[in-house]
T-cell receptor, first 113, second 114 residues
Framework: DQQVKQNSPSLSVQEGRISILNCDYT??????FLWYKKYPAEGPTFLIS?????DKNEDGRFTVFLNKSAKHLSLHIVPSQPGDSAVYFC????????????FGKGTRLSVIA | GAGVSQSPRYKVAKRGQDVALRCDPI?????LFWYQQALGQGPEFLTY????????KSGLPSDRFFAERPEGSVSTLKIQRTQQEDSAVYLC????????????FGAGTRLSVL
């Protein structure tokens, strides 16, 4: 039973437009959420995170929104650039840091020039 | 080092062979995690170390899988009598005590069992 779900396997967006990647989770014990970006033949690279005490965290072109009641988070990339084309993984854990990350299956984002 | 280093990058093994995968974490990182990533899936947890202590090995799929981190730095994941279903990318991640929820990943070892 998947605890972290990314229901869109792929997403195509035009350069300059907004990319919105979605993630749902089922375990209410999760209180820290992370987004990772992965290029082929490389390991996942940390992008941005949010703890459950916030509903928004912003870092440059990347913003993560958290809706705790809906157990839903989303990553917004604006404006999207061709270099953003990668697989994006949503991950969840608790705040202790001593527990493993639970990942979704990923969404492949293609930004078209 | 600058990042998490894993070796070898690629490993082809015959079924039944033993393999050893190495992970060099970022210097000073206390926590070290191993994950297995099958094709088209997200990484799945295998085991976790804090310094040299293996605190959680609940994700290891069978007793053929064994991990160690004897001096609290480099870690080795060993798979005995490899099976075809062991074919996957094995990822290592490390994290700082101060930002202990953010894990930094190596490029992984792609294991193919024939």
């Amino acid at each position: 039973d998947q605890q972290v779900k990314q229901n869109s396997p792929s997403l195509s967006v035009q350069e300059g437009r907004i990319s919105i990647l979605n993630c749902d989770y089922t375990n209410s014990m999760f209180d820290y959420f992370l987004w990772y970006k992965k290029y082929p033949a490389e390991g996942p690279t940390f992008l941005i995170s949010i703890s459950s005490i916030k509903d928004k965290n912003e870092d440059g072109r990347f913003t993560v929104f958290l809706n705790k009641s809906a157990k839903h988070l989303s990553l917004h990339i604006v404006p999207s650039q061709p270099g953003d084309s990668a697989v994006y993984f949503c991950a969840a854990s608790d705040l202790s840091g001593n527990t493993p990350l639970v990942f979704g299956k990923g969404t492949r984002l293609s930004v078209i020039a | 080092g600058a990042g998490v280093s894993q070796s070898p990058r690629y490993k082809v093994a015959k079924r039944g062979q033993d393999v050893a995968l190495r992970c060099d974490p970022i210097s000073g990182h206390v926590s070290l995690f191993w994950y297995q990533q099958a094709l088209g899936q997200g990484p799945e947890f295998l085991t976790y170390f804090q310094n040299e202590a293996q605190l959680d090995k609940s994700g290891l799929p069978s007793d053929r899988f064994f991990a160690e981190r004897p001096e609290g730095s480099v870690s080795t994941l060993k798979i005995q009598r490899t099976q075809q279903e062991d074919s996957a990318v094995y990822l290592c991640a490390s994290s700082l005590v101060a930002e202990k929820n953010i894990q930094y990943f190596g490029a992984g070892t792609r294991l193919s069992v024939l």
